[in-house]
């Protein structure tokens, strides 16, 4: 299936002595990589299949010389848009990951859906819930996740390695300090530590590295017929944006001129004021 | 908020990270705000948005408005902490880290700034050198920050005096000399009208400096050191398929196939068969920064924490060192207490040995007492001993093997800086087999090991005089410095070693000895092993003693003293009284002698010395004995 393979027009010669930003992202992320695998024995890392968590992967492989030693968790809304699942059976295979996949089944026999229920309430059900009941399930001590900086404000406050407790709280305003590289490597009973290695990545990296490494990605995020999806989420909630940009020169092109934020497509963000905030402190990632 | 950025420079150069730091209300706000505005950094309308706040309020407009707006814009609410805000100059991109102006700030301070390359101090002419103003310098110090600008802002509060600017920059200098910190500009700004932040200013014609903004441009991002000598720090060995990488980063140096490699502590060599990357293009080097796998040629054990280096320039290998060590939690650090230490990615319990100085961060000045513990904010300078062998370098050479952090509780309580190290030449202790020999363990590795040496402390004394109370409290204390002991007791021995012993003579006389050999197997072991028995006879005290030395252990006497009427008016166990009554036979002191030792190593009078000081008299003339020896002598 070379459907989903970007041919890289970059050239990928680097010279060691002198390192790009990218490469300098790439090594501390690969760096956070290996310290999480030997600190935690029960690892899990979350797939959206967007393009940040096919960065983590391929980092993931990077960090482990093309193994990925851990399974990899898609947390399935039931609203996925079919490009997005064909990727995801595609990249499975082509990756030989281990996959596990997550439905909140008691919550959709409830009738919770975008139906008839608010985005924020759906979001908290389908995503975060199901993380909670997978999480309990397989009692995973950390999570490695793709979330940036740059994407939300609620964000920027994170750490490398943040830790979450039972309830999922997330207790921004009293962080432990992180220096040095050296991270907070224990969860209590029922914790969980969130592990970030693309924290300080910007969504132009990411499309950069993407670009320079010749990472899959699904095609949603070029333009069709003068539309593209930035961000992708549930398909009832996520819109387009207006675009003709069909190559990554043309994304970064687009995002450099830009002045709108990249979750703007995505409804539950909007849903009321504050509404990153709230799904974040319960547990959102 | 998103700039314009310039593609090559993106790729090619990274983002300078800056952090502003200085006492509060010096203008470090008002110089931010300044900054974005003056590099058109700043959302459209975001000014006139602000001026119009301002208007509406009665209030005189202020830049540090502006950025208070864009980090509540930011916020939604949220406290700021470590943030992030962006700005370009011509020449490059940068990220401010860390806003001021919250109130952990030392926490985060110091998370921001040690991810800094370059820090900008702020300080008002008007009110000049401040207590954070040298506090958070010396932080900056600490954190191993380089490249330092200095503002003297708000000049317009100093009509603008060259005089006022070069007292306050000389004040400022002096201070910096002591931390061996140099500024790369001293400035003076008026941040609020702009003076000297992107222009020239007219008003200080007699400055020749360049600008906050040229100053910016003359800063370097701070590199990985490919000149330093190399230290390659081991995460993880994998074996995911039929190779064996030994994964970690390059902190400092360069490593090339071909190789010879020197692994500490293990002290081991190979050579480097290759250098692994996964979809990278084969490279036969591998510099500082690189986080990369290597094969070796020759399969030696490796694991994480070990540091390899090239035989030429090795890291120094100890298990006790010197420091400065800023604390930077509520509960206080403590002699004798044990903590984990981080240092690169080894992890070993260590403890404080003592704490030699307490320095007051923001004056400099010393105070030479001898502190038991140290406080939130402050920075001692102390000796540290570990369990196990830790490779370091002086931080003033090394930095990045030069500094540590203490854990505990899985949080970091705080961090230090190494200095004062000796490096030895390890191809001699190599050909010597100085180090870690791989034959049978000797006592000094154990005590090398432990901290410690294990030694037998052997209690004699009347029944009541307090043997087994300030045994116990003895034993606390020493387990309290992280040391490996144990106290043997009649509780402990006569239910199951010496089961089939009563006390008669005979009986007595192989309690001891039983007593005598497990004491030294267990001194042997390591262990401080202090033993609470009556013992009255000085025959098998001397029997003891000689047991102990055969075992090479130490063997230290403690006459718990107080006299007969004392132990009989205390009796906690009602014995006296019934020897009295006849109801127990062959009992020391009323019907069997007791042999009070003429050569004691450490007596104490329980009935003058509270359980605390006698404790506190023996740990006195037992601690020194129990010293470890230093590895590199």
Request: proline residues 4%; hydrophobic residues 40%.
């Amino acid at each position: 299936m070379v459907k989903f393979v970007i041919i890289a027009k970059e050239d990928t010669v680097m010279s060691q002595l002198s390192h790009t930003h990218l490469d300098q992202l790439e090594n501390q992320s690969i760096f956070i990589f290996r310290e999480a695998y030997h600190a935690f024995k029960n690892i899990a890392m979350p797939w959206s299949m967007g393009k940040d968590s096919n960065v983590l992967i391929w980092l993931a492989r990077k960090s482990f010389f093309g193994k990925v030693p851990f399974p990899v968790l898609h947390i399935d809304t039931t609203y996925e848009f079919p490009e997005m699942l064909e990727f995801r059976d595609w990249a499975t295979k082509h990756y030989n990951l281990n996959l596990i996949v997550k439905i909140n089944t008691e919550a959709r026999e409830r009738g919770i859906g975008y139906e008839t229920h608010d985005p924020v309430t759906v979001t908290h059900e389908l995503k975060t819930v199901a993380l909670q009941q997978v999480l309990a399930e397989y009692k995973w001590d950390a999570l490695i996740t793709g979330i940036r900086r740059d994407e939300d404000p609620t964000r920027a406050k994170e750490r490398y390695f943040s830790a979450r407790n039972a309830q999922f709280e997330w207790d921004y305003k009293d962080q432990p300090p992180e220096f040095w590289e050296q991270f907070v490597t224990a969860a209590a009973k029922g914790e969980h530590v969130r592990v970030q290695p693309l924290l300080d990545w910007t969504e132009v990296d990411i499309w950069r590295y993407i670009q320079r490494e010749n990472i899959p990605i699904p095609q949603m995020y070029f333009a069709r017929n003068g539309k593209r999806f930035r961000s992708l989420g549930c398909s009832p909630i996520t819109q387009p944006i207006n675009s003709t940009a069909s190559t990554i020169d043309e994304i970064i092109a687009e995002l450099e001129s830009t002045r709108t934020t990249e979750r703007a497509g995505r409804a539950q963000d909007h849903h009321e004021r504050n509404a990153m905030q709230k799904l974040r402190a319960k547990g959102f990632l | 908020m998103k700039q314009p950025e310039n593609p090559q420079s993106e790729l090619r150069d990274p983002k300078l990270k800056v952090v502003f730091v200085g006492h509060v209300d010096h203008g470090k706000s008002t110089l931010i705000g300044r900054i974005l505005h003056d590099t058109d950094s700043l959302p459209e309308g975001k000014i006139d948005m602000v001026k119009k706040a301002c208007a509406a309020e009665g209030m005189e407009f202020e830049f540090a408005f502006v950025l208070d707006a864009l980090l509540e814009e930011q916020k939604q609410n949220v406290t700021i902490d470590t943030t992030q805000i962006p700005f370009r100059t011509a020449r490059r991109n940068y990220v401010i880290i860390d806003a001021p102006g919250h109130k952990e700030f030392l926490k985060n301070m110091i998370t921001g700034a040690s991810r800094a390359d370059a820090a900008i101090l702020v300080i008002a002419a008007n009110e000049g050198v401040r207590e954070q103003s040298r506090r958070h310098a010396y932080l900056l110090s600490l954190l191993g920050i380089k490249q330092l600008i200095v503002v003297i802002n708000k000049m317009d509060l100093a009509e603008f005096s060259e005089k006022r600017f070069l007292e306050v920059e000389s004040e400022y200098r002096k201070f910096l000399v002591d931390l061996s910190l140099e500024a790369r500009a001293f400035i003076p700004a008026a941040a609020r009208q702009g003076e000297n932040v992107a222009s020239r200013s007219e008003k200080m014609a007699w400055y020749r400096g360049p600008t906050v903004l040229e100053a910016f441009d003359l800063l370097e991002p701070q590199k990985a050191d490919v000149d330093l000598p190399l230290r390659f720090c081991v995460q993880d060995v994998y074996r995911f398929d039929e190779r064996r990488i030994v994964a970690g980063r390059i902190e400092t140096g360069t490593l090339r196939v071909g190789d010879e490699l020197v692994f500490s502590p293990a002290n081991k060599s190979s050579v480097v068969a290759s250098i692994e990357r996964w979809n990278a293009p084969p490279d036969g080097a591998a510099v500082a920064g690189d986080s990369i796998g290597i094969t070796l040629s020759e399969q030696i054990f490796i694991e994480r924490g070990y540091v390899a280096s090239h035989e030429t320039d090795t890291p120094i290998e100890t298990n006790r060192f010197h420091a400065d060590l800023f604390w930077i939690v509520r509960e206080p650090l403590r002699v004798g207490r044990p903590y984990n230490l981080r240092l690169a990615t080894q992890e070993v319990k260590c403890q404080i040995v003592s704490i030699e100085q307490v320095m007051n961060s923001s004056t400099l000045e010393t105070k030479i007492d001898k502190r038991e513990q140290l406080e939130r904010n402050e920075v001692g300078r102390l000796t540290i001993e570990t369990r196990g062998p830790l490779v370091i370098d002086n931080h003033d050479r090394i930095p990045n093997l030069g500094r540590f952090v203490i854990v505990d509780d899985d949080e970091i309580y705080g961090g230090g800086t190494i200095f004062g190290g000796v490096y030895t030449d390890r191809s001699v202790a190599k050909s010597q087999n100085i180090f870690w020999s791989e034959g049978k363990i000797t006592a000094r590795e154990r005590a090398l090991r432990s901290g410690h040496r294990g030694a037998v402390v052997w209690f004699t004394g009347l029944s009541g005089a307090g043997k087994s109370t300030i045994a116990q409290a003895l034993e606390r204390e020493l387990f309290n410095r992280a040391m490996q002991t144990y106290v043997l007791d009649g509780d402990n021995v006569r239910h199951g070693l010496n089961a089939n012993l009563g006390f008669a003579p005979e009986d007595r006389v192989e309690n001891i000895r039983r007593v005598s050999e497990v004491a030294k197997l267990m001194a042997d072991a390591g262990a401080v092993v202090i033993t609470a028995f009556i013992s009255p006879y000085r025959m098998d005290r001397r029997r003891a003693r000689e047991i102990a030395l055969e075992g090479n252990a130490e063997f230290i006497e403690v006459f718990v003293d107080a006299p007969l009427d004392v132990c009989e008016t205390r009796d906690p166990k009602n014995l006296y009284k019934k020897a009295r009554a006849g109801e127990i036979r062959d009992f020391t002191g009323i019907d069997a002698p007791y042999e009070a030792p003429e050569d004691a190593e450490i007596v104490v009078h329980t009935d003058r010395q509270s359980v605390d000081e006698s404790v506190a008299t023996i740990l006195e003339q037992l601690l020194p004995r129990l010293k470890a020896d230093e590895p590199n002598e």
